[in-house]
């Protein structure tokens, strides 16, 4: 298990959704989140706000990844869609080597 260390997570958006980062480091998250509110600006019907919170958090897992992830999560987003894709192709192989069989008896 990997050390757990308090970080931030900020999110900007609105009620129904938004983006968010997580940063060690209170002053690079305010920044990711102004330049984001900026970037977001003119596609958001009302303004989006930049909501910061203080969680626990650590890196992911993986040996390769240096991605930040939540203290209850094992791999990152990234990772964990790596894994997802991985599974879906093995059952996809599985699943046609199954066909196959099946055609020849």
């Known amino acids: 298990m990997k ?60 040996e390769f990844c240096k991605e930040l992830t939540f203290a209850d999560e094992i791999y990152c987003l990234g990772c964990e869609k790596l894994i997802d894709d991985a599974r879906d192709i093995d059952y996809e192989k599985y699943e046609r080597g199954k066909n196959e069989e099946n055609g020849r008896n």
Do not use: H, T
């Open 3 to 62: 050390k757990e260390f308090w970080g931030y997570k900020v999110v900007v958006g609105d009620k129904k959704g938004g983006l968010f980062w997580l940063s060690k480091s209170r002053i690079k998250a305010l920044k990711w989140g102004k330049e984001m509110q900026k970037v977001m600006k003119p596609y958001m019907k009302k303004p989006c706000n930049v909501i910061l919170k203080r969680i626990k958090l650590k890196k992911c897992e993986m």
